[in-house]
């Protein structure tokens, strides 16, 4: 199984009745990526610094400030040099469009997978939403909660933890928008990282480092 193969576009396509295209980007295509959403490049740095600072290492934690007040989507390749090692192992990029010209369905599918350093499989984004269906002020659950769920993360979390047992990755990691999402992270076995970054990360209420440990 390649990263590609994780998206369920057959299970995304029978929520809709229109046609839906999909676009993959791997990791022959990074400026693709970068050009497309940048914020998910960056994130990855950022996980890749966390892991390197708590790792012990005797670094200024501050030393790349500058470019995550700037959202570097860069920041990995500033990594990589000082860790000395590749932090992209492999990358998935992929969203899907409805063939619809009623409604703006851009962004309401996005899956961005990467196994990186040390040997992590780090979800930089997820998305799964159905823009049919607007969710009224009254009944949000969350800040973001625009559109209701196509309830498809944890199908594509399962096939996530074959890939992992298949490629021998022991975590699924990532990072949440907001605190208004650990407990359905949790539910789903995610546990808050112990360390210092996550602590800071409650404390602001977003970006707030998970992992699920599968082998």
Avoid at 18 to 46: C, M, N, R, W
Avoid at 70 to 77: A, D, E, G, Q, R
Avoid at 150 to 155: G, K, Q, T, V
Wanted: aromatic share 12%.
């Amino acid at each position: 199984m390649k990263l590609h193969d994780i998206l369920l576009k057959e299970q995304i396509s029978e929520k809709f009745k229109s046609p839906v295209t999909f676009q993959q980007y791997g990791v022959d295509y990074i400026d693709k990526i970068a050009e497309k959403d940048p914020h998910i490049l960056f994130e990855i740095g950022a996980q890749a610094w966390m892991l390197h600072v708590e790792s012990g290492a005797k670094v200024n934690p501050q030393k790349l400030s500058g470019d995550f007040d700037s959202s570097n989507p860069m920041l990995y390749k500033k990594v990589e040099k000082i860790i000395k090692r590749k932090v992209i192992q492999d990358i998935s990029f992929s969203y899907a469009e409805i063939n619809d010209d009623t409604i703006d369905s851009s962004g309401c599918i996005q899956l961005s997978l990467c196994r990186m350093w040390p040997n992590d499989l780090y979800i930089a984004d997820v998305i799964f939403y159905n823009p049919y269906e607007p969710v009224a002020e009254d009944q949000k659950k969350y800040e973001l909660h625009y559109f209701k769920s196509l309830n498809l993360f944890s199908n594509h979390l399962e096939v996530i933890k074959i890939y992992c047992k298949e490629n021998r990755i022991p975590r699924i990691t990532l990072t949440t928008s907001s605190n208004e999402q650990i407990p359905y992270f949790e539910k789903l076995g995610f546990k808050i990282e112990n360390n210092n970054f996550a602590k800071t990360a409650l404390e602001m209420g977003l970006s707030v480092p998970m992992y699920l440990t599968c082998i």
